[in-house]
């Protein structure tokens, strides 16, 4: 059986000034039934394009090869109904900002009944019932009384919870979180990375969690892709790509964070910035950055090659990597 | 000696048509040349109000902020006293220090102390964007026209200007990514090892903080419940919030593990648990955190406020 999301030799463009604009080159992807998955990498570095494209958000104009299957279905060629069917019930997207998927004027019940009287053809009363359940499971304490209640009446750590809840509303297979928890305190992210956990062994929730954070992709994830310049560069187990990369910019995201214990030890940035799409070096695009560049590195784009236990790197290099401390 | 002293300061928010708000409520703290205090906390616990009065930009409801043993007077409609343009703040959204409409070269030589005059102000600007890693040909452009990492380089340059002997950095790199993360702390954690500057560095980001403050104090609600030299608060935190903050920090291991969560929510400031502030979501509450604990030193430069670490009294 294969996966329950499986992106295969992904490309999208989007429509330029002056011409089309490659954002992803050749993603390949998957998430199992009830797996965690961990997308990383920077802004800009396509992480937000795939979970775009897996959910038919792409901007009007947007070119795509390669194929997208949910649960065996091709997700590319779907049109607006076959697109309606697949949201909701089968894919659900949490969003950074919890305020983007609430309405502010709307009360919490209301949105959240809302989905499930289309979605799973439920009565107001059973909808009600199952809302309040919804909240107390996100653990909103006095569910009760938060459906009667605004947006704006949560702090944000509560609203991100509200907005989960509706992404359950219709019991989807496969959610996709795009750094659900990036502007939350770290006692509220635990709470979220917590629910999100147990949602997976409590209801077999598949989780695609995108975070340019590596701690939290350690904490959460089994499986993890690094993400640079529109391309998988890394992917593998999380705890061995994390303790022991392969792929020279996944050892300097690791370089870059704080490591703890020696105060005042700087940090090791990553010399300059990503690359703009559409400005790409040629070659290797982590090649103008990179410490290991070699000459064979500004020729050829190195394809993603078999690097230990069911790994994947996208360098020419194959041994693992120091990291610096 | 220390640079910047802030004492019993407290600021209250009064809206409209509601109930004032207390959200720093008695803080102190001090911060020496060449020396990095870290303050973190939650949203909302009172830290950039903190900032704020610090650097002068309100005033606390009461309290005191003295810069250079000289009280600190809020900033008016007035060009700022000369004393006290060495307090400096750099923020966390680069464009609350940057003018988008006025080349960068411009917006820095307003900062250039007025004794500096004739050509020595340009070269000045150019060895202040030497100083943030920028190349002087920046001095012609707008802000729209760097990245967000550049523009906070740009912001800090500002800052520098006067030459400042303290900086409040508030959230300083909490909107960029990882790369431009790196330079910017490496940038402000040279200007101290390197100037011997004063720094209050606030940030939701433990571990970033953790990695390059001497000294860190920890808010909850309005009110410092621990502060210590980072490396002991690290490895030894007595206070149990300080414990639930560092215990929700996600770290990298090998086997997924989760990070323990803490109990409950924030209360609203406006209104507050009384004794204890942290009580209601503390596992170790007892019942004599009905009443609020006093602040005891703990050692040098170190200090909590928990009824667990209070001296037992000698009847007992």
């Known amino acids: 059986m294969g996966a329950l999301l499986d992106i295969d030799r992904l490309a999208v463009a989007l429509p330029g000034p002056r011409g089309p604009l490659p954002i992803l080159h050749d993603v390949s992807l998957t998430v199992g039934e009830g797996e965690l998955v961990g997308i990383a990498g920077e802004s800009g570095c396509g992480k937000s394009m795939t979970a775009q494209t897996v959910l038919g958000l792409l901007p009007p104009g947007a070119k795509t090869t390669g194929s997208a299957r949910f649960d065996g279905r091709e997700l590319l060629t779907l049109d607006r109904k076959g697109w309606q069917r697949v949201r909701g019930r089968g894919i659900a997207m949490v969003f950074q900002d919890p305020t983007a998927a609430l309405h ?82 770290v006692t509220v992210q635990a709470g979220i990375l ?43 187990p999380t705890g061995a790509l994390l303790t022991g990369p392969r792929h020279p910019y996944t050892a300097a995201l690791l370089g870059a964070r704080p490591h703890g214990g020696q105060t005042g030890v700087a940090l090791t940035p990553i010399p300059g910035s990503p690359p703009a799409p559409g400005e790409l070096p040629p070659g290797c695009a982590f090649s103008t950055r990179c410490a290991h560049v070699r000459d064979e590195c500004r020729t050829a784009v190195p394809p993603l090659h078999p690097a230990g236990p069911d790994r994947t790197s996208a360098c020419v290099i194959r041994t693992e990597l120091e990291v610096a401390a | 000696m220390t640079l910047l002293e802030i004492e019993a300061v407290h600021v209250e928010h009064k809206p409209r048509g509601r109930a004032p708000v207390r959200a720093v409520a008695g803080v102190d703290l001090a911060v020496a040349p060449g020396q990095i205090v870290g303050l973190v906390g939650e949203s909302g616990c009172g830290k950039s109000s903190l900032a704020r009065v610090a650097a002068g930009l309100t005033a606390p409801s009461a309290g005191q902020v003295r810069y250079a043993g000289r009280p600190v007077t809020p900033l008016g409609w007035r060009r700022r006293n000369a004393d006290e343009v060495g307090l400096q703040m750099v923020f966390q959204n680069p464009y609350a220090s940057l003018n988008p409409r006025r080349a960068v070269g411009e917006q820095l030589l307003d900062g250039v102390p007025a004794e500096v005059a004739g ?17 002087a040909t920046a001095a012609a452009r707008y802000p729209h026209q760097f990245s967000g990492g550049q523009r906070q380089r740009l912001a800090i340059a500002r800052a520098l200007a006067p030459q400042p002997r303290v900086i409040i950095a508030d959230e300083p790199v909490t909107a960029l990514d990882a790369s431009s993360q790196a330079q910017v702390v490496n940038l402000l954690v040279g200007l101290v090892r390197e100037l011997g500057m004063g720094m209050l560095f606030i940030s939701h980001d433990l571990a970033l903080v953790h990695e390059i403050a001497d000294v860190t104090a920890v808010m909850y609600l309005g009110k410092i419940v ?8 690290w490895e030894q935190p007595l206070h149990p919030y300080t414990r639930a903050l560092i215990d929700a920090v996600p770290r990298i291991s090998a086997e997924p593990v989760l990070p323990a969560t803490l109990a409950g929510e924030v209360p609203d400031p406006a209104n507050a648990p ?13 019942d004599r955190c009905a009443e609020a604990p006093p602040t005891v030193a703990t050692g040098p430069s170190a200090a909590v406020a928990c009824w667990l670490h209070q001296p037992q009294p000698a009847h007992l």
Do not use: W
């Not at chain 1, 929730?205 to 391309?231: E, K, M, N, P, Q």
């Not at chain 2, 009384?274 to 007892?286: I, K, L, N, V, W």
């Open chain 1, 104 to 185: 502010p004027m709307l009360t919490v019940g209301t949105q959240l009944t809302e989905h499930m009287r289309i979605h799973l053809g439920m009565n107001r009363k059973a909808a009600q019932r199952r809302a309040v359940d919804l909240l107390d499971q996100v653990r909103l304490p006095d569910p009760e009384r938060a459906l009667r209640a605004y947006p704006h009446q949560f702090s944000g750590g509560m609203r991100q919870r509200v907005a989960i809840a509706g992404a359950l509303a219709a019991q989807p297979r496969l959610l996709i979180a795009d750094e659900p928890t990036t502007a939350l305190d």
């Open chain 1, 194 to 236: 917590a629910l999100l956990d147990r949602l997976r062994r409590d209801t077999g929730l598949a989780v695609a969690f995108i975070t340019h954070d590596l701690g939290v992709l350690s904490a959460l994830t089994a499986r993890s892709y690094v993400f640079y310049a529109g391309r998988v560069v890394e992917a593998g």
């Open chain 2, 119 to 135: 050509p020595a102000r340009r070269a000045r600007v150019a060895e202040l964007l030497d100083r943030v890693g920028m190349p």
């Open chain 2, 226 to 233: 621990e502060a210590a030299p980072t490396r002991r608060l």
């Open chain 2, 274 to 286: 009384s004794g204890c502030r942290f009580a209601p979501r503390c596992p170790h509450a007892f």
